[in-house]
């Protein structure tokens, strides 16, 4: 088994931790490598799409080739976890803010995001959160955040912050508006790892 | 959801905040246009500032925060983050960069001290802070008054990299030399270098610094870049690097490419072909005593 990170900017040994952490939990052995150029993606079992800032990074997995093979690694069922710029990159479409920059999507999810959901650093927060798949609640970092606005009817909600949408997932694809890697619980990641796992 | 159950500024945002930055390059700017530059060319981050680095060399005088205006301006043309440098210990200039929704705050030795015997008080904002640092030492007492990033000080404005390449290499050393030590050998260390003990032991279980690291002061091209990725830096400032190059969209392209391919030298050669002259850079020993900004900050 192969869990990909996607290494081109952000907390990307944050991810690697986590996993490597939730995989030690759960008693299973796999390698996790990260993702800085083409023809990794195609050889992992499950991808991650770390934070980051989400311009900088849709343009750079474009320039690097890395955004097609993931488009291929989602049609072939691959597990992928999006969170903050991920689950942006993720998305179908955008708000303003994504249009005004020409953001690139990847388009893996019937989502409509919108980014700085929650505003500026100085409003970024941590919250004890309800997620539907959990039995008590997660406390989530939220920085800079997106949310998602719309979602299609094949998406399922798993945790919202009034009217925004900020965990989901469709098909193969799970998306979070906060930083799961950021925390020592380790409860989300193995939502995860469950779907390569079980 | 009820307002009041979120926790806002906690050193774990602050901190996490910095940790999204990482891999990144953050650019000076000093308009909204350049901003845009930046932007397009993939820049994490901007720093709004009223000159950059090597024009406040050239100008002397007192360099202070930038006007409001321009830093308002500038947030409100980029959906990046938005960095703004404060002068040493002046907190009002501070509260005045949180207030107009800066996402953090750069106290930084390149524009003229306020305060030649203390720092800010950073535990008191909830934005977070990047300080500059010269060692270990410097940068253990910079996080220790709540900043939540460390950037190597370089020499601002030069164009030259040596310094940075000596700051950096400095602050690595020094965390290599804590591996193996007792524990009271490193009580002994952090008494010599001045830092709380809680952070030198938390530095050498975590084998680096506690916070995230970048470099700055003095890279000028995507080779100046990529040293800076190889000697450990968790990404890059680049100040008169970008604006004062002969084609600055260009450079700053090439600037962020080369981060992400610092290890790999023949992507490198390609990246850094055909881009134009960089700036042109004074060498940091031609710089008379008084006009070093390394030293201020202790």
Redesign the interface.
């Known amino acids: 088994m192969r869990i990909g990170v996607i290494a081109i900017q952000g907390d990307v040994s944050e991810h690697v931790e986590s996993v490597e952490r939730a995989l030690a939990e759960r008693g299973e052995t796999a390698e996790v490598v990260t993702i800085k150029h083409k023809g990794i993606v195609p050889t992992c079992d499950g991808l991650v799409f770390p934070g980051g800032e989400s311009t900088t990074l849709g343009r750079l997995i474009l320039r690097e080739g890395i955004a097609e093979e993931i488009k291929e690694a989602k049609d072939k069922g691959i597990p992928i976890l999006g969170t903050c710029a991920g689950l942006i990159l993720l998305a179908t479409r955008g708000d303003s803010q994504v249009e005004k920059t020409h953001q690139y999507l990847l388009g893996l999810m019937d989502i409509k995001v919108n980014r700085n959901s929650f505003g500026r650093q100085f409003q970024s927060f941590e919250v004890d959160l309800d997620v539907s798949v959990l039995d008590s609640p997660y406390n989530a970092v939220f920085i800079r955040a997106p949310a998602i606005l719309e979602a299609g009817e094949d998406v399922n909600v798993l945790a919202s912050i009034d009217d925004k949408i900020v965990a989901a997932e469709q098909d193969n694809v799970l998306a979070l508006a906060f930083h799961p890697e950021l925390t020592e619980d380790m409860r989300i990641h193995q939502y995860f790892l469950d779907k390569l796992f079980n | 959801?009820e307002l009041e159950?979120?926790?806002?500024?906690?050193e774990?945002?602050k901190r996490?905040?910095a940790?999204?930055?990482?891999?990144?390059v953050i650019m000076d700017v000093t308009t909204a246009e350049e901003a845009r530059i930046a932007?397009e060319a993939?820049?994490?981050?901007v720093m709004a500032l009223h000159a950059v680095p090597s024009d406040i060399r050239k100008a002397g005088g007192v360099a202070r925060m930038a006007d409001p205006q321009v830093t308002a301006d500038i947030i409100e043309a980029v959906?990046?983050?938005v960095m703004a440098k404060a002068r040493i210990g002046h907190f009002v200039e501070a509260e005045i960069l949180?207030s107009l929704?800066a996402?953090?705050i750069d106290e930084s030795e390149v524009l003229t001290p306020a305060d030649e015997h203390f720092h800010i008080d950073k535990t008191e904002f909830?934005?977070?802070f990047v300080c500059g640092a010269r060692n270990l030492g410097e940068a253990l007492r910079r996080i220790n008054e709540g900043a939540a990033m460390i950037r190597t000080k370089g020499e601002a404005g030069t164009g030259d990299v040596r310094e940075a390449v000596r700051h950096m290499k400095q602050i690595m050393g020094e965390i290599r030399t804590l591996k193996g030590m007792t524990k009271e050998e490193l009580i002994m260390y952090a008494r010599e270098i001045e830092a709380p003990i809680e952070l030198v032991m938390e530095t050498a279980e975590m084998e680096r610094l506690p916070v995230v690291n970048f470099a700055a002061g003095g890279v000028a091209t995507p080779a100046d870049a990529a040293l800076m990725m190889r000697l450990g830096s968790d990404g890059v400032f680049v100040g008169s690097g970008i604006f004062k190059a002969e084609n600055p969209p260009l450079m700053a392209k090439a600037i962020?490419?080369a981060v992400?391919?610092y290890d790999n030298p023949e992507v490198l050669a390609e990246i850094s072909k055909g881009i134009g002259a960089g700036m042109k850079g004074i060498s940091v020993d031609s710089i008379p005593e008084d006009q070093v900004l390394q030293t201020r900050g202790w």
């Open positions: 959801m159950k979120l926790r806002h500024g906690t774990l945002i996490g905040f940790k999204m930055q990482k891999g990144g932007e993939g820049a994490v981050a959906t990046i983050p949180q929704g996402d953090m909830t934005v977070p962020v490419e992400n391919n």
